[in-house]
């Protein structure tokens, strides 16, 4: 088992910039990839970046690259997600997830999932 949890989540104006963070524990080791997630009220769950934990690679959504970037510090078992040039678009819940295998997250099968964290943008 893998337990997630999310930080970093709040209030800022259009243009500002945040940092979120994902803490990891447990069976941690049994982790491929790690991914950030958004919802907000009455959209569907957009994915946003994902990064695969041994290679380092990283995959983005449109709608984020280029002001989104996703990372990982392997020693604190943390994944973050540092968001610039924030935008109202980005007002959601952000949730992050695990992938336990290659096939899992090549079909972006996420088995654990943290609880999310608010992320507000006013104009």
């Known amino acids: 088992q893998v337990q997630l949890v999310e930080s970093g989540g709040g209030s800022v104006q259009a243009g500002g910039s945040l940092r979120l963070s994902c803490a990891a524990s447990?069976?941690?080791?049994?982790?491929?990839?790690l991914g950030w997630f958004r919802q907000a009220p009455g959209k569907e769950r957009e994915e946003i970046a994902v990064?695969?934990?041994?290679?380092?690679?990283?995959h983005y959504a449109d709608s984020v690259k280029g002001r989104f970037t996703i990372s990982q510090d392997n020693a604190k078992r943390t994944l973050y997600l540092q968001m610039n040039t924030l935008e109202p678009e980005d007002t959601a819940m952000y949730y992050c997830?695990?992938?336990?295998?290659?096939?899992?997250?090549?079909?972006?099968?996420?088995?654990?999932w943290g609880r999310g964290t608010q992320v507000t943008v006013s104009s």
């Open positions: 990064i695969y934990i041994n290679s380092g690679s990283t």
């Open positions: 447990g069976y941690t080791s049994g982790i491929y990839c």
């Open positions: 997830a695990a992938g336990s295998s290659f096939i899992a997250c090549a079909r972006r099968d996420f088995a654990y």
